[in-house]
C-alpha cells in the first residue's frame, strides 16, 4: 500500500517473474488486482487474504462500488479460502464504520477497510511466527535426532505471506536453529513455483537445499532421505481434509506407504468449517496451455488436451499433524480442529449477504 | 542402415527435436552414434539395443576398431540393459564371423553384425506384437468391464521399438479393439518425453487422450479414473524389480494404494539376470541443468543444485505382472521371470571378455 501524489496504489512483487526479474506491479483498481491474482502474479494462502483486504481498501478510498469489489475479488481463484476471508474482513470494517457514522462517511469507512487490512497484514506476521515454534517443537517431538531432511511442495514462504510463510518458516527455523540438514525442494509443475520461489527464497536464506523434479521425490523416499514432508494449504475443510497445490496428495500417499510424518503447515483462516468434507471443496481446473506449452512454445503436439487441476486434496487420514498459530492438531479430528479455530462472526457471512 | 554412395549410416529420429520438427540425424561413426544416445536423441530400451546392434555393425562394415566401438557403445547409457545387450550380440556374431573365415574376413564378419542387428530388429517387432497380444488378454481378465482408462509414463511406442513399442502398443491394441476409453498421458518431467513423444504417437494414432503434469496423476486415482498403469522398463532385475524412468515408482505406490493394478510391458531382453535385485541396479545420475533450465534459460535461481536421477526401482511386490513377449509373470516372482526368459549363451559374456 502506497500513497503517491496521483492516489493510494497497492504495490505487489510480480511472482510470475522471479526468479529472473524481480518486477513490482502497481494497481491502481480493483480489476488489475483481481487480473494479477487470476494470472498467479499475486499468489499462496495467506497473501491472497492480505491482498483480497488492501483490494476493498483500495475500491473504497479511490471511491470505486465496494460491493461489487469485493465481489470480484472474493471469487478471482474459487478453492482459496483465504482470499474470500481477507475481503469479508476488510468488507466488514467498512460497512461497519459506514453503518456507525452519521450519514455514513464513506472517508471513515475507506480508512476502516484500510485499517483492518493492516490488521489483517500484522495478524498474519504474527501467525507465521506462531506457526514456526509450533512447527519446530513437534519436528523436535517426531524425529528427536534432529539433522531434519524435510521435503516441501509449491511454495510456502515470506513470498506468500505478511511473515515468513507457512512451511516454509518452520523449515527455515530448523535451519535457524542448526538442525536442518537438507530442504528438498519440488519444482512443483505445472508453472514452476517450488523450482522458482522456493529455491529463491531458500537460496537467499542460506539454507542447504536441492532441487528436483515432483517424478524425483519418490526415491527420496525410498533411500530414506526425507524425514518430514511439510506443506502449506490453500483450504481446509471442517474434517481436516486439505486442498493443496496439485501433486501434495501424492507425497501423502508416499509418505504414509514409507511411515514418514506428513505435516501440514496453515494458519486457521485457512480452515472453512463451511466446507464439510474434501469432496466439497471445488478444485479450479487451470488452462491446459499451463502444461502443453512452455514460455509460450508448444511442447506437446498442437490440439494436445490436458487435465490441469491447481489443487488436489489430502484426507485428514493421511495427514500427520496440521500446524497453526494457535497449536498443532495431531491426529487430525474435526474436534480438535474446531477446537483450535476461533469462532470468527463476521468471517461467515456471504461477502454479498 | 542407409547405404549411400559415401558409405553406409545410420539414420535415426532425433526425438529430441520432436514433437516440433521431425528431423533424421545421420551417425556415420559411433562416436556420433553415442552422442546421439547420450543426448537422447535415440533412446528407449528396445531401440537403444537395436540402435547399439547397428553402432557396431556401422564399425565393422566402416572398418573402424570393432572392440573399442563396442565398449564405447555399451557403456553410453548405464541403466539401459538393452543397449548392452544389442551390442553383445552384434559384436558375437562380428566374432564368429571372423574366427570362422580363413584369414579372418573382416568384410564378411561385417556382413553378420549387419545380418544380427537386422534380425534383432526383426525380433524386436515381433516382441511388440506378442507383447501387444499378451497385454491385451491380461487386461481383459484385469478389468472384465472394458473401457479402459490408462495412465502411462513416459514414452514406449513406435519411436522407441523396431514395432509398437511396449506398453504403448498394448493401449494401441486395446485401441483398435474399441476397449481404450482414454490415454492418460503423464508429461514425464524433466525431458517431457510423455509430452513431446507419447501425446504425438496418440495423436496419430486417433486414441483418446489426456495429458497432464506427473503431479496431477494423484487426483485421478483418487477419483477412480485410473483403471490400470502400463509402463515399460530400461532393466529388470532377477528378483523382478523395475528400473523405469523416474517417476514410475511413485505411481507403484499411488497404484497399490488405490489398488489399481500396475503393469510393466518389456521384452525378454530386458531381463537381466546378472543383477541379483533392485539395489544393484545402477541409476544413471543426469545433468543438473535438466532441471534448472528450460529451453536454456534458468528457472531456477542461478547456482541451484538439482537432485536429477533418470530412473528409479520399482520393487516387484509392488507390480501386478510383467508383460514379455514370452508371457506373462503374475505375481512377479524370480522363478516365474527367469522361466520366460531364454538363456542366451553371447548375452551372458561381458562386452570385452
New interface residues.
Given amino acids: 500500500w502506497e500513497e503517491p501524489p496521483e492516489g493510494p496504489v497497492l504495490v505487489l512483487l510480480d511472482q510470475t517473474r522471479l ?2 526479474e524481480e518486477v513490482e506491479l502497481v494497481c491502481t483498481d480493483v480489476p488489475a488486482l483481481v487480473e494479477a491474482i487470476r494470472g498467479l502474479a499475486v499468489r499462496g494462502a495467506p497473501l491472497l487474504g492480505i491482498a483480497g483486504a488492501y483490494g476493498v481498501a483500495l475500491a473504497a478510498v479511490r471511491g470505486y462500488d465496494v460491493d461489487e469489489a469485493a465481489e470480484s475479488l472474493a471469487h478471482a481463484r474459487p478453492t482459496a479460502v483465504n482470499l474470500a476471508y481477507g475481503v469479508r474482513r476488510a468488507l466488514a470494517a467498512y460497512r461497519a464504520a459506514l453503518a456507525g457514522s452519521a450519514g455514513g462517511d464513506p472517508e471513515r469507512a475507506a480508512s476502516a477497510a484500510l485499517a483492518e487490512a493492516r490488521s489483517l497484514h500484522a495478524e498474519d506476521k504474527e501467525a507465521s511466527a506462531a506457526m514456526a515454534r509450533h512447527g519446530l517443537q513437534l519436528l523436535a517431538e517426531l524425529l528427536p535426532g534432529g539433522g531434519y531432511q524435510i521435503l516441501t511442495h509449491c511454495n510456502t514462504g515470506a513470498l506468500v505471506s505478511g511473515g515468513e510463510g507457512t512451511a516454509f518458516a518452520v523449515a527455515l527455523a530448523a535451519h535457524r536453529q542448526g538442525q536442518l540438514r537438507r530442504l ?1 525442494v519440488d ?4 508453472l ?1 513455483q517450488g ?2 520461489l522456493t ?2 527464497e531458500a ?1 537467499r536464506s542460506g539454507m542447504a ?12 523416499f ?1 533411500a530414506g532421505n526425507v524425514h518430514a514432508v511439510i506443506i502449506g494449504a490453500d483450504r481446509i475443510a471442517a474434517d481436516g481434509s486439505v486442498a493443496n ?6 507425497l501423502a ?2 509418505a ?2 514409507h511411515n514418514v510424518p506428513f505435516i501440514v503447515v496453515a494458519p486457521t483462516t485457512t480452515v472453512d468449517q463451511g466446507t464439510a468434507d474434501g469432496s466439497s471443496i471445488e ?1 479450479e481446473q487451470r488452462p ?1 496451455h499451463e ?2 506449452e ?2 509460450g ?5 498442437l ?7 491447481a489443487f ?2 489430502t484426507p485428514a487420514a493421511l495427514i500427520t499433524a496440521i500446524v497453526t498459530e494457535n497449536g498443532v492438531v495431531s491426529p487430525v479430528t474435526p474436534d480438535a480442529l474446531a477446537a483450535l479455530c476461533p469462532s470468527r462472526a463476521p468471517g461467515h457471512d456471504q461477502v454479498m449477504g
Fill in positions: 526468479p529472473g528438498w519444482e512443483t509443475r505445472p514452476l523450482a522458482r529455491a529463491y537460496a537445499y536441492t532441487l528436483l523434479t515432483d517424478n524425483a521425490a519418490g526415491s527420496l525410498a497445490k496439485v501433486g501434495s496428495y501424492p500417499v508416499l504414509r506407504y478444485i491446459g502444461v502443453t512452455s514460455t512454445n508448444p511442447v506437446a503436439p490440439g494436445t488436451q490436458a487435465y490441469n487441476p488436489d486434496i
